[in-house]
């Protein structure tokens, strides 16, 4: 239903368009009263009331704007019984007047009289007046009928009467002059006004009515001459890419954003490491495996704990994005952390047979299924060798509460944190390594199937991940206070010093 007004201006321009067009050559062009009829028939699909088409065709309402003269004491006459029904062709009849109104401040229009609605005339067509097949006796049936003060109109003219002629209302029928529809149509009308000699987008005000509005807002921006602009832009974001400048050419500076079609641009950013080395994020595509992510992400870091560094890494992503599949992995394509545990021992012995001995201690820290950060009993593990330290990691892993999100039919359902710390033989700590698999963000969309348990937990995780996107903002802007008690994620990585 939110295209419906982008159909009626569609329908509003093709309509001035085809008539024109029409007067000129009426052989050579299609009668702009077919292109009426098919865009009743839109306007009646996207309200989702195309049923009732063949019903208004069978008693002479073909056009559009005629739709506009329709009262509710018609719909009955038209087949529309439905509660349902008949406030969406309410609405419908709303945004067509809204836009009729608008019409009628155009010169080449005829102002829309009270009681009729006057369709601008081709040459060819003769002035005869054709009488709507609605019975005059009123519907009684005012039980299904949602109250407003609309008015009944039974005629509808396709020719313009002399400017004088006043159309005559069923008897009994207070003037539709003081109906809402009309209130609606001047006030339209005057927004209107003036704005049409307007070459650029142009607001223009819907009229707001009470219930349901099928979307539309109540601004809405005038498509454009090529129609590029619908009803459900209220903002759009435009992107225009530049070429490198002769300077930055010169400079050997390379493009870092690249269009590659309409919709879609990659953004190579620049950015500095913790060696203060510049580097350009990067985009993993589904050809790369877990040993490519590996080599670009965790192993750089690895020689910066090693010389006494704290470094952090992250899987963050929507839930069924992979994260875990990019931490542990398979047998086959081993993930992050085995990766680093071998490239960690690796280091270790090189090191530790050239200077003091080093151990590996691991450390693991979960949140439990209730949510609640389990610190007591939490223990540094010696470990020994790659082999123990992956034991230790998957042991972790099996602990792990994990459930069925509207994605993901094993998704995990707590945060990870396992932290590799490096000490000498006094049990001094030196570097520090911390891979942190995320829980799975949830869209509100994808949660709409789960149940209640599933989608408290996947508030609580949105939350956990809003807080820690907090605290990282807060320390990238070097800010005075890091707001680390928002969450138990946040907390733990305070409490054993991960670098969030
Ligand atoms: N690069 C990949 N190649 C092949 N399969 C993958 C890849 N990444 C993920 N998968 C598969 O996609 C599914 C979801 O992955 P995974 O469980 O790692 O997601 P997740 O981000 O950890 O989800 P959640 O946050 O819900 O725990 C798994 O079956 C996994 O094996």
């Not at 024109?20 to 098919?38: C, G, I, Q, T, Y």
Request: glycine residues 6%; aromatic residues 6%.
């Amino acid at each position: 239903m939110n295209l419906v007004l982008y159909h009626v201006m569609q329908l509003r321009r093709l309509w001035s368009e085809s008539v024109r067009a029409h007067r000129d050559k009426p052989d050579a062009v299609e009668n702009p009263l077919l292109k009426m009829a098919s865009c009743l028939l839109e306007c009646l699909c996207e309200a989702e009331l195309e049923q009732y088409y063949p019903k208004f065709v069978s008693i002479g309402l073909q056009k559009i704007e005629e739709l506009a003269q329709v009262t509710m004491r018609d719909y009955s006459k038209l087949g529309v019984h439905r509660m349902e029904d008949r406030q969406r062709l309410f609405q419908l009849i709303k945004i067509i007047q809204s836009v009729a109104a608008e019409d009628g401040n155009d010169s080449r229009t005829p102002p829309l009289q009270p009681g009729c609605v006057y369709l601008q005339p081709p040459n060819n067509r003769s002035a005869t007046r054709r009488q709507l097949q609605f019975d005059i006796s009123f519907d009684t049936d005012r039980s299904a009928v949602p109250s407003h003060p609309m008015k009944h109109v039974t005629e509808v003219c396709e020719t313009a009467p002399p400017a004088d002629q006043k159309m005559s209302t069923p008897k009994g029928e207070e003037s539709p002059s003081s109906s809402a529809h009309e209130t609606c149509l001047n006030a339209l009308g005057g927004a209107a006004a003036g704005s049409r000699d307007h070459e650029g987008p142009v607001v223009h005000r819907v009229v707001h009515v009470s219930g349901y509005n099928y979307g539309v807002p109540q601004t809405c921006v005038r498509p454009s001459k090529e129609g590029s602009w619908t009803d459900s832009d209220k903002i759009r974001v435009c992107v225009r890419k530049r070429p490198l400048g002769s300077r930055e050419e010169r400079r050997g500076e390379v493009s870092v954003v690249t269009a590659e079609d309409k919709e879609t641009i990659a953004i190579y950013e620049r950015k500095e490491a913790v060696n203060l080395k510049e580097y350009i994020l990067q985009c993993f595509s589904e050809t790369f495996s877990n040993q490519d992510v590996y080599m670009k992400t965790a192993y750089p870091l690895i020689q910066h704990v090693f010389n006494g560094g704290n470094a952090t890494c992250f899987a963050y992503g929507q839930t069924g994005a992979g994260k875990t599949y990019t931490m542990i992995g398979t047998p086959k394509n081993p993930g992050l952390y085995a990766l680093a545990a071998k490239d960690l021992f690796q280091e270790l012995e090189t090191k530790s047979s050239k200077k003091r001995p080093l151990c590996v201690d691991q450390l693991y820290a979960r949140e439990d299924g209730k949510h609640i950060v389990q610190v007591v009993g939490l223990r540094d593990i010696q470990v020994i060798g790659v082999d123990f330290l992956l034991e230790v990691i998957l042991k972790g892993s099996r602990e792990r509460s994990t459930g069925a999100t509207g994605v993901n039919s094993d998704s995990s359902r707590s945060h990870a944190v396992i932290q590799i710390q490096l000490k000498d033989a006094r049990n001094r700590r030196l570097g520090r390594m911390s891979f942190i698999d995320l829980a799975g963000s949830e869209r509100a969309s994808d949660a709409r199937e789960s149940d209640k348990q599933t989608k408290m937990e996947g508030a609580e995780i949105n939350q956990s991940l809003l807080a820690l996107k907090e605290c990282i903002r807060a320390l990238d802007q070097e800010q005075a206070h890091t707001p680390f008690r928002q969450s138990k994620l946040t907390q733990v990585g305070t409490k054993y010093g991960a670098e969030v």
